[in-house]
């Protein structure tokens, strides 16, 4: 007889199996389409980093079979940053949530973006903080019930695709867990490009946060992404902020180029000291 | 094996604290530092990132010290030697990652410019006031190792040897100077490099199959990987077991947290530096560390000049506190003065390892200036009555 094996089993780290996220989750779709996009870009996985902060998409890192740290929560991507430029060779990865890359660890985001550090940001956005019970987020759209917001928020909330173009980011994407196929894609594209690259998954919390706001189960969610999703590649980030129930819109936002930062430190200092400057690449791991 | 000739800056030199610190880092190895500006001891990167990219390697500013404490560790794990470099404010925001650094076995140094506090406080003038944050302040039990210079040639000598203890227990090691120390001014002589000591990292040379990321050895310490190398290893802050799994079980937690602990308590005698003079025959003995050792040596030779019978105990290493070395003094004299720039912190530690064979003398100061030599000297004198 002979047994077929998923295809996404050998990223995995079957002995931590099973994961600890709730049925109807989405993390466990993008960790799906995450793993395509890999077979797809053929990326080499023994140079391949994934940095992840704490929370439910925190995660990751944990389960998937590569050089993989769960860090500190918010602080994923300056771990990143040191890891990418002690070692430009890797290419670093950090999946993370919305709370842990949006609110605590805002302003890493902002400047890993400014800098154009050469890191691919996978943000899974559930709308909420989901590991610790369904609080509010900076994301958490219109008047949603949260466990900390028991009447309704009243906070905006971030629009993230539009704060990370506006830092500096070369490649913004947002898409939901319906968009399996679109996602791996555009995390394949991530691959080819070197700079701060952000892809935005919209993604249910069907025990935390669409059951507390009566939006249905996770299938009900996945209705909803199909029915109200509307495909605007190169859509002004100022247009896609999100509601409750309103459209989402999605695609590939921004994908331009401007030299990353190793690019332009390397310019700079060879501009500067001339002969005198020794590249670290090599020396840097002595 | 020996350092790296390309960052010893060979020679005799007239330079700060601050900067000997930089020269000991570069000699150690570290080619990677983020830091955050920060009084009184920004000097120390601002020297790193110009002569880094002379030997090959980077400083990165980073926004802030939450950033800063956590880039060199990735660095780290990327291969390098890191360091980053703050004062009391900033150091303060580092804790979670000092924890972090503890408890994912990081190897790495961070360097506190001691200023007075609490909150912003006296931002160009000296404490000793971060003493028991330096031990105790990222939650959790947790083991480190702290140093305490006295001098910008101990700025340099020191260093090194906060790198290597770091490489050799992997642990995030403290080391705690102040703005008088880091801002003062001498004769530093840095060797050749052949004469420079350094700890390599504790590389595994395990197959990928048979490695184990936290699995233990006689001494405790597990050998490390690199990200990039294929080990396809895992490190998290969360409770691990030997595969670096979570595994939040109190079974887990007890045989981790007692390794990350005994792995430096075990060897504390070793680690133990310190300077002693008369205190064979002495009844006073005064015990202190940093700038304030220099202050109390003027206090010791006026009491002795006196016909008093004074000791010195200038502790280098200040954690893990040298407890043996210290009951054992205690056992024959009559008291310990402790000078320092707080209010009273490692002298908690001279009573409790005293043992009430010894009494126990404060001279607080709360920081701003050093202590004058003649109030050290009112507390020897009061001790021996």
Known sequence: MNLVVNPVEPFLRTDRMPHIWCPGCGIGTTVNCFTRALIESKVDLDSLALVSGIGCTGRVAGYMKLDSFHTTHGRAIPFATGLKLANPKLNVVVYSGDGDLSAIGGNHLIHAARRNIDLKVICVNNLIYAMTGGQTAPTTPGRAVTSTSPYGTCEPAFNLPHLVEAAGAIYVARWTTFHVRQLARSISEAFQKKGFSFIEVISPCPTLYQRRNKLGDGLDTMKYYKEKSKVRHGAPTGDVGLTMTGEIIVGKFVDRDRPDYQTLLRAQLHESLGERYVDGTEAVCG | MKADPRGVLTGTHFIDGDHACCEGALAAGARFAAGYPITPSTEIVERFASRVPLVGGIFIQMEDELAASITLQGAVWGGAKAFTVTSGPGFSLMMEHIGYAAMTETPCVFVDVQRGGPSTGLPTLPAQADMMQARWGSHGDYEIIALCPNSPQECFDLTIKAFNFAEEFRVPVMFMMDEVVGHMTEKVVIPEASEIEVVPRKHTRKSFEDYLPYGTNG???????????????????????????????????????????????????????????????????????????????????????????????????????????????????????????????????????????????????????????????????????
């Open chain 2, 219 to 385: 001494d405790l310490v597990p050998e490390m990987a690199h990200a990039g190398e294929g080990y396809k290893f895992h490190v998290t802050g969360l409770t691990h077991d030997e595969r670096g799994y979570p595994n939040m079980t109190p079974q887990t937690q007890d045989v981790l947290v007692r390794r990350l602990q005994n792995k430096v308590r075990d060897s504390s005698d070793r680690i133990a530096m310190y300077e002693e003079e008369g205190v064979e025959d002495a009844d006073i003995v005064v015990v202190s560390y940093g700038i304030t050792s220099r202050v109390a040596q003027r206090a010791i030779d006026i009491a002795n000049a006196r016909g008093l019978k004074v000791g010195k105990f200038r502790m280098i290493t200040v954690w893990p506190f040298p407890e043996t070395r210290i009951r054992e003094i205690a056992a024959r004299i009559k008291a310990f003065v402790v000078p320092e720039l707080n209010l009273g912190q490692m002298v908690r530690e001279v009573e409790r390892s005293a043992a009430g064979l010894a009494r126990t003398h404060l001279v607080p100061h709360a920081g701003g200036s050093v202590h004058r030599p003649e109030d050290i000297l009112k507390v020897i004198v009061e001790a021996g009555q």
